[in-house]
């Protein structure tokens, strides 16, 4: 049955054990473009992750050139992420500096927000200026460029480019993966690098099979793609990879393959070259992931709230009705999503005074006077008091995503009744 099917068996323990032993490691565009998301402390290990593997490290030529296409696009999202935390930690600070006006502190509590404040505000213009000067001296773009020296794939030929542009949209219609949730991107263009746009997961996928077919080796596959047309997914999660992957690789390559996110995959990599793995580094991988995903869908719900305001409303009352319960739950999707986002910014933006606050309180426990104890006091006094207010607003953050994934699932099964009635009357 396992050979029959391998695509159902794919987290053998040996059969995973042969896999890591031998294969190649192939890295998605994503993976190489959230190296700019993460702290400077992550990136720098999973370069060392990167670096350990002997030289069995490969991308598609497809991939790095997506990386280098959309390079400055994630540099610049990064530099406004730093524009707006400023604007709003001013905003915060002035608020608190007018002794006239809601909301009142007290004035020593004052003095030691300003501190802080300032401090803050210091490491986010330093964070800005360094993702400035990445523009025209990338030293990330520099250390793959010495990591995948002679490590990456070949062009599509003429003859190939021809084939995709037949075989893909096949592939698409028939969902087989990777890829098909991608259909619409550059749609209606006539413009070649807009027609191979929607087809850019399967060409990584087509070039990645000939690489490890040519080398005889199976395949370690990460990426930072969670849609249902590279995994098999669960109540939004992904949980392995989807098994016609699988199955089309060993069949077309005779050999294993598998696939990882970012973060399993360096806790696998870790224990796999004996390193210790950071928990904060795992942590930290997680949540760039998730508020990429929260982008793509609310940027996806927005696009699809177009298109169905503009279709005309079809004649069957059934299809009215749901359309208009569509409409219904893409408004409260508009009304949750920014309260969300918002919770989500300011989850982040304690998070990030908790820590500015904590280094100040270890650095004044070198003060042993009693100025110095009273001063380590209230800044653990500071610290508690913002672990408190994180956890609440945790458990808002997560009951805000609970509710914003209902609606997804059930925007979903909308849409796939909708379709229903539509193929019924194109039957009739």
């Known amino acids: 049955m396992k050979k029959t099917f391998p695509g159902y068996f794919s987290n053998d323990v040996d059969t995973l054990k042969d896999i890591w032993d031998r294969c190649l490691f192939v890295l998605d565009a994503s993976v190489l473009l959230s190296l700019y998301r993460y702290s400077g402390e992550t990136r720098a290990e999973l370069f060392e992750i990167f670096k350990g593997l002997n030289g069995r490290l490969w991308v598609p030529h497809q991939v790095a050139s997506e990386y280098l296409i959309n390079r400055v696009g994630v540099i610049s999202h990064q530099i406004k992420v730093y524009e707006d935390a400023i604007k709003s930690t001013l905003e915060l600070k002035r608020s608190f500096e007018n002794p006239k006006q809601h909301p009142f502190v007290k004035e020593e509590t004052l003095r030691e927000s300003v501190i802080t404040f300032d401090k803050i505000l210091d490491d986010l213009g330093a964070y800005k200026s360094e993702f400035l000067s990445k523009v025209d001296d990338d030293d990330v773009k520099g250390q793959l460029e010495s990591l995948l020296d002679g490590c990456v794939g070949e062009p599509l030929s003429k003859s190939d480019v021809a084939e995709v542009l037949v075989v893909g949209p096949a592939r698409y219609a028939q969902q087989i993966p990777p890829g098909y949730k991608d259909v619409n991107k550059g749609a209606g263009s006539e413009i070649m690098i807009d027609k191979l746009r929607p087809l850019g997961d399967y060409i990584v996928w087509r070039q990645t099979l000939a690489k490890a077919k040519a080398d005889g080796l199976p395949v370690v596959f990460v990426t930072g793609d969670s849609k249902e047309d590279w995994w098999t997914v669960y109540s939004g999660r992904p949980l392995e990879p989807h098994p016609k992957l699988i199955d089309e690789f060993v069949r077309e390559v005779g050999q294993g393959f598998y696939m ?77 999503l920014p309260h969300m986002e918002q919770l989500e910014y300011h989850l982040r933006a304690l998070v990030g005074s908790r820590k500015a606050n904590f280094d100040i309180y270890n650095d004044s426990l070198k003060f042993t006077d009693s100025d110095g104890v009273a001063a380590s006091a209230g800044h653990l006094h500071v610290v508690n008091d913002l672990d408190k207010e994180i956890e609440m607003v945790s458990v808002k953050v997560e009951k805000f995503r609970r509710t914003y994934q209902g609606y997804t699932e059930r925007v979903s099964e909308l849409q796939k009744a909708i379709a229903h009635y539509s193929s019924l009357e194109t039957t009739y």
């Not at 996110?261 to 806790?267: A, I, S």
């Not at 997680?286 to 869908?297: A, K, P, T």
């Not at 069957?316 to 009304?335: H, I, P, Q, Y």
């Open 260 to 336: 990882y996110l970012p973060e399993t995959f360096m806790e696998k990599a870790n224990a796999y070259l004996d390193r210790v793995t950071s928990q904060s580094a795992v942590d930290e991988i997680v949540d760039v992931r998730s508020e990429e995903v929260s982008e793509d869908v609310a940027s996806k719900n927005r696009k699809l709230k177009t298109k169905i305001l503009m279709e005309s409303v079809a004649e069957n009352s059934d299809v009215k009705a749901l359309r208009m319960e569509l409409e219904v739950v893409f408004g409260k999707m508009d009304v949750v």
